[in-house]
């Protein structure tokens, strides 16, 4: 399952949940969001599994991957 690591007063992390809306990808389903903010597990995981202290972070597998518009064109590309 996509694991998208974010937290909720993110710009870009909203930018990332709203496409995944429109994509109709249903939470629990399709994707697990993993809250990310500063000092949390989620946030440790992100630096872990990346290398960087920075969201939104989608994981999918093998696939990492750090900004918004990367992510979006990912989703689109797979979902679409």
Aim: contains cysteine; aromatic residues 10%; proline residues 2%.
């Amino acid at each position: 399952m996509i694991k998208l690591y974010q937290f909720d007063s993110c710009p870009y992390c909203q930018k990332v949940v709203r496409s995944m809306e429109q994509l109709k990808l249903k939470a629990g389903k399709d994707f697990e969001l993993v809250e990310a903010s500063r000092n949390t597990k989620g946030r440790d995981e992100v630096v872990k599994l990346g290398g960087k202290s920075q969201v939104p972070f989608l994981v999918d597998g093998a696939n990492k991957l750090y900004e918004s518009d990367d992510i979006i064109a990912y989703l689109k590309q797979k979902f679409s």
